[in-house]
């Protein structure tokens, strides 16, 4: 059933997210805080097919508010100093949409998709109930992350989803919820898709949402730390072992390969956050909660310590060859992507820049990256610099002819490159 759907929050998640419901069929309105925000993102090719069907401009308008079945909230939620996620943006969205739901009778259901901190969920709900003056018969709210990698198959993601988490108290909240998924699942692959949907409370949903992401950053960093190892040893590969490890199905291959340190918008907060709730929960004494141990800490070492094994070699073949120049292959924060936020690449740029190192760089689908001389042709790139780091696995580097380049130095975390005497590969044996 056709629905009118709410998309507040028009970013690089929430322009998709309604492209999304618009493929499915729904009558779709957006709106953003900024007013520029929408066409910001269709700018840099951010769902393109999204024409909403009305941009609302301001969220206290009764009539159009209330008309709506569903609304969903993709609003940032910063990190603060503390690393705790701040609901600020989704405290304001509730109070204007509370504000307007005043007096309607049509049952509209408010989803959260921002990602919280345990605990803040309870404190939306109720600011939404209490503003609204309306119960569970007329309104009801649900906290449903995503679990969206940022690449150039957002949309596609959000409509074959693997996972998908409902956080709600009431089961009207919960069944409305679903069948919203339900309709945006792209109906000619669901019978084939593995989604598994996880509906529980929202204190399970909000620590659930960030324990999957930590425990794919576990994964990702215990790779790394295995490739050093391996590195240590005559003959040691860390694709033989982690191919192995992998094979077991109570662990599995998927994240579990060794190269950069892991980046991007989500995983290092995410780590960070739940490292922050460690040590509250470890120093507070409240209903509900005991001090434990949690491994955030622990990757975050070993994310920084692979980062500095890294920038060392780097920086070591830099001196042992004379040069001041370098060339960056993969400036997004993961092959496939075009975001560059929490790239590994943006703090070895800024490092080398310290160091009065000029850096080139070459994406296929970043054109732009500040300090960095992006150059549109591969070749070209290449040729500009002596030292070459492949910091990313994009398809197009390992289809490159690499034999044709035996005089550069070629740093490769992701073992790509085929071994030669001037390519320093990571996992092996040096």
């Not at 739901?101 to 509209?108: A, C, D, N, P, T």
């Not at 920084?304 to 070699?313: I, K, V, W």
């Amino acid at each position: 059933m056709t629905k009118k759907i709410l998309v507040i929050g028009l970013g690089k998640l929430g322009l998709p997210m309604a492209t999304a419901y618009q493929e499915a069929g729904h009558y779709v309105w957006g709106y953003d805080i900024d007013s520029q925000a929408s066409q910001k993102a269709r700018e840099a090719g951010i769902g393109t097919v999204a024409i909403f069907d009305e941009e609302i401009q301001d969220l206290s308008s009764l009539s159009k508010v209330r008309a709506i079945d569903a609304s969903l909230l993709i609003v940032p939620t910063p990190s603060r100093s503390n690393n705790m996620f701040d609901p600020s943006y989704v405290h304001e969205a509730i109070e204007k949409i509370a504000y307007a739901l005043r007096g309607g009778s049509k049952y509209h259901l408010v989803v959260v998709k921002s990602t919280l901190m345990p605990g803040q969920m309870k404190e939306i709900s109720e600011k939404l109930y209490t503003t609204s003056k309306r119960d569970e018969r007329t309104l009801g709210v649900a906290y449903s992350p995503e679990f969206i990698a940022l690449d150039d198959n957002i949309v596609r993601q959000m409509r074959d989803p693997n996972v998908v988490l409902i956080g709600a108290e009431d089961n009207e909240s919960r069944e409305r919820c679903l069948d919203l998924y339900h309709s945006v699942i792209d109906q000619e692959i669901r019978l084939y898709t593995k989604t598994t949907y996880h509906t529980m409370n929202f204190i399970n949903a909000e620590i659930a949402k960030l324990a999957l992401n930590v425990a794919i950053t576990q994964k990702i960093a215990y790779a790394n730390s295995i490739a050093t190892l391996c590195e240590s040893f005559v003959g040691g590969n860390v694709d033989k072992v982690l191919t192995l490890v992998g094979s077991d199905p109570r662990i599995g291959d998927k994240c579990l390969r060794a190269g950069t340190p892991f980046g991007g918008p989500c995983f290092p907060r995410d780590v960070r956050a739940m490292n922050a709730l460690e040590e509250l929960i470890d120093s507070l004494t409240f209903e509900g909660g005991k001090g434990t141990k949690l491994p955030s800490s622990a990757i975050e070492m070993l994310n920084e310590e692979r980062y500095l094994e890294l920038f060392s070699t780097l920086f070591n073949q830099l001196e042992n060859t004379n040069s001041n120049k370098i060339t960056i292959l993969g400036l997004a924060y993961k092959s496939g992507s075009r975001f560059v936020d929490g790239s590994p690449a943006r703090r070895i740029v800024d490092d080398l820049e310290r160091e009065g190192v000029r850096v080139y760089g070459y994406d296929p689908r970043v054109t732009a990256f500040i300090g960095v001389d992006v150059k549109n042709d591969i070749d070209e790139a290449i040729s500009a610099s002596n030292v070459i780091l492949v910091l990313n696995d994009e398809r197009v580097f390992r289809r490159l002819p690499w034999h044709l380049y035996p005089q550069k130095t070629i740093v490769d975390p992701w073992r790509i490159v085929p071994a030669g005497p001037n390519v320093i590969q990571f996992g092996v044996a040096r």
